[in-house]
């Protein structure tokens, strides 16, 4: 399917260095960004589908590096059936998992751990609820693991690991299963600040210095965060990515957010949501994220942006998360919300006011055009000018 979109009035990069892309259209074909900024007179002929964006903002799809998915669109923590691809009607095109530590009676053991790992990648990769992209088997730490499990979970296809909800008797003791995933050339994460609802170990500073996690979990509390004293020692003596999500406390999330200016690392500051947990299903869980960090800041909001899309993909290694050709097409249209002060996106977000969804796409297939159900009214809505393709953009009937 080719597609070019018209008309946008600015388009977000995703890299905060460089955060706008100079031009108005984005081309999109084979599930790949092909052009951004213009496309010409053939491109639009050859097309099957072209909108006009009416001057709305383009920015890459939400990347969420902490979803707690179990199996199937369902959260067994809440009873909550389709949350996902509610999720992506508020923005989020990827999920990543947190790992699969909600699934009933899940369990503890090493071949467990092991075969709950492989059994949920190999069912997400096989689902893509609204068309979301889901990264699943996150492989909980847990004693026992050797190199040779590791080595043998990364043959099958797992990358990811994750500390902080093993059986150990000390946090130390993640630091040479953290080790152990390294090797095997997998993304470590590590849960940070006090105990959540699984009664997790309390992980400080001195821990996450020992572990060298590539990232460490919700910083600013998942949903308590770890002493204020730790944060300078996290950024000074680790290299982990510091994530900052929804559910945790805002203050911290705030104080992350100026230190890593400060000290010039940005690019390790991450916005995810970790939810859906006690504080609840959040579809607009991502873009209220980017909207407090930007309004409670002296930050821009394409930076906000940034942290929520390129600066994951970078950490992640995913080829989404940004607006340059080759890239997956995983994008959304947004707008100032109808009757907001502010009149286009960025603007709205940098007063406080989450913005309006008016279409998302994701591998380059639009999942919805107009609307979206899960936030508000928006100023404009794009036009669909050209459509070759006669159905709708109903998910269902797209994702073959």
């Known amino acids: ?46 097309c099957d589908l072209v909108i006009d964006a ?60 092991k075969a709950l790992a492989v059994a949920a990648k190999k069912c997400w990769d096989n689902e893509r609820p609204g068309g979301m992209r889901v990264h699943a088997g996150n492989v909980i730490l ?61 992980i400080y500073g001195k821990h996450l210095v020992a572990m060298q996690a590539d990232v460490a979990f919700h910083v600013n509390g998942g949903p308590i965060a770890m002493p204020d004293e730790d944060f300078e020692l996290v950024l000074k003596e680790t290299k982990s990515a510091l994530q900052i999500v929804q559910a945790g406390n805002i203050r911290t999330a705030l104080k992350t957010l ?33 909207t407090e960090m930007s309004c409670l800041s002296d930050h821009p909001a394409e930076w906000m942006i940034a942290a929520a899309t390129g600066n994951v993909a970078e950490v992640y290694r995913l080829n989404s998360g940004f607006l340059r050709p080759g890239r997956d097409a995983d994008l959304l249209l947004i707008d100032a919300a109808f009757g907001a002060p502010n009149k286009t996106a960025l603007a709205s977000i940098k007063a406080g006011d989450v913005t309006a969804g008016v279409a998302c796409f994701t591998a380059g297939i639009p ?18 000018v050209k459509n070759l393709r006669p159905q709708t953009f109903d998910p269902p009937a797209l994702l073959n």
Not at 84 to 95: E, V
Not at 258 to 271: E, K, P, Q, S
Not at 367 to 378: A, K, L
């Open 1 to 46: 399917m080719k597609t070019a979109i018209i008309n946008i009035g600015t388009i977000v990069s995703g890299d905060w260095r460089a955060p706008f892309v100079p031009g108005d259209a984005i081309l999109m074909s084979g599930g790949l960004l092909e052009k951004v900024g213009s496309v010409d007179k053939a491109d639009l002929e050859a």
């Open 54 to 113: 009416k001057g709305v903002t383009a920015v890459p799809g939400f990347i969420d590096s902490h979803v707690h998915i179990a199996f199937g669109d369902y959260s067994p923590r809440l009873t909550a059936v389709g949350f996902l691809k509610d999720y992506m009607f508020g923005g989020t095109t990827t999920a990543i998992s947190a790992c699969e530590v909600h699934v009933p009676g899940r369990p503890s053991d090493v071949e467990g751990v």
């Open 142 to 202: 847990e004693p026992g693991l050797t190199d040779a499990d590791f080595q043998e979970l990364a043959a099958k296809g797992i990358w990811l690991a994750k500390a902080g909800f093993g059986s150990v008797t000390s946090p130390f003791d993640y630091v040479p299963l953290i080790a152990a995933a390294k090797r095997a050339g997998m993304i470590t994460n590590v849960h940070t600040g006090g105990a959540s609802l699984s009664l997790a170990n309390s």
């Open 258 to 290: 100026n230190m890593v200016v400060t000290n010039d690392c940005f690019d390790r500051f991450l916005i995810g949501t970790d939810t859906p947990t006690g504080i609840g299903v959040m579809p607009e869980g991502m873009i209220k994220s980017i």
């Open 367 to 384: 999942r919805y055009i107009g609307r979206s159900r899960c936030t508000p009214p928006p100023m404009r809505i794009p036009e669909v």
